[in-house]
């Protein structure tokens, strides 16, 4: 079997596995930041997700911003918020309320089932509900990893932490109106020459995107 569909209903399944599985669960939300996107989010994940988003600031925010897991009190309940993969509009991150602060055996539920619910994202995102072919999957993957070798090159010209290297990238595209994977690979082959893990079948970005990456590149490098 060489292509499987994928779908919201299969975050949503994913979501609602990892709730029942956590006692004390007030709800579970999956959102994009910057782009400030709720993509899915059930009990109160649904209320204090979108207000977060709105307003800029909380565990979800300071998640993505930062790229590490981040725990606090939102509305009054607790939430564990982990930024996962990502999309053209920006990290992924799960949120998890609950009635209690979280304790490790709540955190090792949620690393167990985490990596699903953001794989499920991406490949939702990158296949737009249609079918997705095994040699796809492949060069999703291949994008993701040239994704993290731009971030890596804006972290060391800019020294800043992971999350504004990525929010400069995404920034950069959604500017010029290029896809970021596109931007990223322009970057790293800009600077580096060469992409690594790449292959055949991925092809070589647009020249908007190398236009948009040299501009990118000199304004870091001022």
Aim: with cysteine.
């Amino acid at each position: 079997m060489d292509q499987v569909k994928f779908g919201t209903e299969l975050i949503s399944r994913l979501m609602d596995h990892l709730c029942s599985r956590l006692d004390g669960c007030e709800g579970v939300g999956l959102s994009v930041w910057p782009d400030g996107k709720l993509q899915s989010a059930a009990g109160v994940a649904a209320e204090l997700d979108q207000a977060q988003l709105d307003s800029g600031e909380g565990p979800l925010v300071d998640a993505s911003r930062d790229e590490r897991q981040v725990s606090g009190r939102v509305g009054g309940v607790d939430v564990v918020a982990v930024p996962g993969s990502w999309g053209d509009g920006g990290p992924v991150v799960l949120t998890v309320y609950l009635s209690h602060p979280p304790r490790v055996e709540d955190l090792k539920v949620i690393e167990e089932v985490e990596p699903l619910v953001a794989t499920a994202a991406a490949l939702v995102e990158f296949c737009a509900g249609e079918v997705l072919r095994a040699d796809q999957m492949v060069r999703m993957v291949q994008h993701r990893r040239h994704i993290e070798q731009a971030k890596g090159l804006v972290m060391s010209a800019r020294s800043c932490p992971p999350g504004e290297a990525f929010e400069l990238l995404v920034r950069a595209s959604q500017h010029a109106n290029v896809k970021l994977r596109d931007v990223a690979e322009a970057l790293v082959l800009i600077v580096g020459g060469t992409l690594e893990d790449s292959s055949d079948e991925v092809g070589e970005p647009p020249a908007a995107a190398f236009d948009t990456a040299r501009r990118l590149w000199q304004a870091l490098r001022v």
